[in-house]
């Protein structure tokens, strides 16, 4: 996995809550057998005039003008500021596969839904919780402000404004260490094996009828 | 000490905590379809590693596969390319089961592995699907996961997690008639929002619950994901075991007595102590109808479509009055004034043999209106529809102007063709109303089977209670 230790990037609003993982990245694209090339197609029915299929070459295609990611000043934007149950329903890892495709590596929000959330730091995309007034604040400043930017220090656990205020958020110290070292999480589940088998032993001998 | 399920279950699982609490935890069952595997079969075969534990699998294809003209395969290349890579990962690595594409036992996985007796309670259960939460009913732990962790199961037969919070949402009292365990878990999903239930483990308990079928206790634990739960859970009582009795996995002989004593400790503990309760009156709850993008936006049969300033948040003022944009309403519209253009009976919310008989129930003897294009019953197996069949079911449906289809995930997320074109409206039992999710720009309403049936016979929204 890509590690992820700070970051420093342009800031990009999606200024609305419940933004849902069929938005993300809707479901002709899911027919893919493979783990890349989602994030032309991220936001699909949002960003693009047209209906989207895969397979199409999106460079031709005719982008919504009114849709904020489209807007100029946002391009190259590696940070996404999200409200509130940002990525619910499907667990499809597609989502993040797309969003982080398209170039983002952060996402700031109010609050995830918990599939999505988790599904994030498979892929070195690092979500990030805020209360709502540093986020009123942020959506704010990244209207106001042309090329707004934001540094992010996972060691420190802090969101950085150009105006020097810090913010402090949580994260799992488990997840962190994982982003901050890019570590596979196979690898190091595997390192426990032995406690795997030895549990899978005991149970097979208490519920034999879970292994028939 | 006492515990709640979810304790009991978590405790039961856990092979290795880490020193923040992430665990990790022993999945037991591993359920698998063909739009979340590919990567991670891919992914396992590329790091050179082994499945841990085929017998944990049982694989179905059921998002990509056609309803009907089954003689012609799967048309669409692509579609059939994802089901041809999941029949070839499986002949190679292996499963407990595997009911392919026009397998009779063939269906969604939510509705295979149960009736298949493949969820047992006291389970983990996982499958790349966030409505895995289904198999909850069952006294399990079902979560629904990525495409990574599907792949980190295949390798370790683990899965690495951080506790939840609990919730019991206690609902007590009776339905009235023409209620459904779809109603309550939408009113449930009205009152506590999209977002209510995050970081919560939901555990769904009172007198209406106990009421439902094993069927009805599927439909609400499904929904849980809805309401923000990736897990929600029902206790193991009788109704679970009489329904598990000789289905095919199930255990046999001896060892069936002895899960049937493991399984009756599966409840939590009387004086247990969940973070969060939320109570509901089974008797206040009336027939449900979502009329926004998200599954929150939900009235009853009686209720009008709200206004934007009707929401002091400006964030949800905004997000309603872009639903309604969406869905081409206009605030204060009576909901059963609503005309629609197609219905959708099926899903792994409301596919099972008793929601097939709750609309069959409403259809008999009616036609559907003039003005409704297709109304869909999609069951959610191969066994379902023959079941329904020897109860001449599908002849109600068909005599009322219903297409009877075979089974699959269809039109709830319409990755097959079974689709809405723009504009159109949809009566859907199905579980999301996200823009786009039943086709580009079509408008989803969700309503329980028996509510989806009075939709075809009235042409707009009814009163299901007016027509039993």
Redesign the interface.
């Known amino acids: 996995m890509e590690k992820f230790i700070k970051l420093d990037g342009v800031v990009a609003p999606l200024?609305?809550?419940?933004v849902?993982t069929?938005?993300i990245i809707?479901?002709?694209f899911?027919?893919?057998?493979?783990?890349s090339g989602f994030g032309p197609n991220a936001f699909d029915?949002w960003r693009y005039m047209d209906?989207g299929e895969?397979?199409q070459d999106c460079a031709k295609r005719m982008k919504n003008p009114n849709f904020v990611l489209n807007q100029e000043r946002y391009q190259g934007a590696s940070i996404l500021l999200a409200?509130?149950?940002f990525g619910?329903?499907?667990?499809?890892?597609?989502a993040?596969w797309a969003l982080h495709d398209f170039g983002f590596r952060a996402i700031v929000g109010e609050?995830?839904?918990?599939?999505f959330f988790?599904?994030c730091f498979?892929?070195g995309l690092l979500p990030i919780v805020l209360p709502k007034a540093e986020m009123d604040a942020l959506f704010g400043l990244t209207e106001h402000t042309p090329g707004f930017r934001l540094s992010i220090d996972l060691p420190a656990q802090r969101v950085v404004r150009p105006d020097g205020h810090a913010i402090p958020f949580e994260v799992?110290?488990?997840?962190k260490e994982c982003l901050i070292n890019g570590w596979d999480?196979?690898g190091l589940?595997?390192r426990?094996?032995d406690?795997?088998r030895e549990?899978?032993t005991r149970?097979r001998a208490e519920?034999?009828?879970?292994?028939? | 000490m006492s515990r709640t399920l979810y304790e009991k279950l978590w405790d039961s699982h856990v092979?290795?905590v880490?020193?923040?609490g992430?665990a990790?935890l022993?999945i037991?069952r591993h359920l698998v379809h063909e739009?979340?595997s590919?990567?991670a079969f891919?992914?396992l075969k590329l790091?050179n590693?082994k499945p841990?534990?085929v017998?944990s699998i049982v694989a179905t294809a059921d998002?990509?596969t056609p309803t009907s003209h089954w003689e012609l395969g799967i048309v669409?290349p692509?579609?059939r390319?994802?089901v041809e890579?999941l029949d070839a990962n499986i002949r190679e690595v292996g499963a407990?089961a595997y009911f392919p594409f026009k397998d009779k036992r063939q269906g969604i996985v939510h509705v295979v592995g149960p009736e298949n007796g493949a969820t047992?309670p006291?389970?983990t259960v996982v499958c790349?699907?966030?409505h895995?939460s289904t198999h909850g009913a069952f006294a399990c732990l079902a979560h629904?996961?990525?495409?990574?962790?599907v792949?980190?199961v295949l390798?370790?037969?683990?899965l690495?997690q951080?506790k939840?919070k609990t919730m019991l949402v206690r609902v007590e009292g009776k339905v009235g008639a023409g209620v459904t365990a779809k109603d309550i878990v939408l009113a449930l999903i009205g009152r506590i929002g999209?977002?209510g239930g995050?970081?919560y483990a939901i555990e769904f308990g009172g007198s209406a619950i106990r009421a439902l079928s094993m069927e009805g206790r599927m439909t609400v634990c499904n929904m849980a994901?809805e309401a923000?739960?990736?897990v929600g859970f029902v206790a193991a009582d009788e109704t679970t075991i009489a329904y598990l009795k000789g289905r095919s996995?199930?255990?046999k002989g001896g060892?069936?007595d002895?899960?049937v004593a493991?399984w009756r400790t599966l409840v939590s503990d009387a004086d247990a102590k969940f973070d969060k309760v939320i109570e509901m009156d089974a008797r206040q709850i009336v027939p449900q109808v979502t009329w926004g993008t998200?599954p929150?936006m939900v009235t009853g049969i009686d209720g009008t479509v709200p206004a934007p300033e009707d929401f002091s948040d400006p964030?949800?003022s905004?997000?309603v009055a872009?639903a309604l944009q969406y869905m081409g309403l206009t605030p204060r519209m009576r909901i059963d004034q609503i005309p629609i253009d197609k219905v959708f009976i099926g899903s792994c919310t409301n596919s099972r043999i008793e929601d097939l008989r709750a609309a069959a129930v409403v259809a008999k003897g009616r036609r559907i209106a003039a003005n409704v294009k297709l109304a869909l019953v999609v069951p959610g197996s191969g066994l379902i529809k023959a079941q329904a069949e020897s109860e001449g079911l599908d002849k109600i449906f068909i005599a009322a102007g219903f297409e009877w289809r075979q089974p699959g995930c269809s039109m709830c997320?319409?990755?097959n063709d079974d689709r809405l074109g723009p504009g159109e409206r949809c009566a859907s039992t199905s579980n999301?109303n996200?823009?786009?999710?039943q086709g580009?720009g079509g408008r989803t309403h969700l309503v329980s089977p028996a509510m989806a049936a009075a939709a075809a016979i009235a042409g707009r929204f009814a009163d299901v209670r007016e027509l039993l």
């Open positions: 200024d609305r809550a419940n849902d069929d938005a809707p479901k002709q899911l027919k893919s057998i493979k783990r029915e209906h895969p397979g409200r509130s149950n619910c329903g499907s667990s499809r890892e597609h993040p609050s995830f839904a918990d599939i988790n599904n498979k892929n799992d110290a488990f997840r999480d196979i589940t595997l426990h094996a406690k795997i549990f899978e149970r519920q034999p009828w879970l292994f028939a | 092979v290795h880490e020193e923040d992430t990790l022993y037991d739009v979340t590919p990567q891919e992914g790091a590693r841990w534990r017998s998002h990509n669409d692509i579609s390319q994802q890579t407990l047992l006291g389970m790349g699907d966030s895995t629904g996961i990525g495409t990574s962790e792949e980190h390798a370790t037969q683990c690495l951080k939840s999209t977002a995050n970081g994901i923000g739960a990736r996995f199930a255990p060892d069936w002895k899960a493991y998200s929150e964030v949800k905004e997000g872009r997320l319409a990755m999301r996200f823009e786009g999710r580009a």
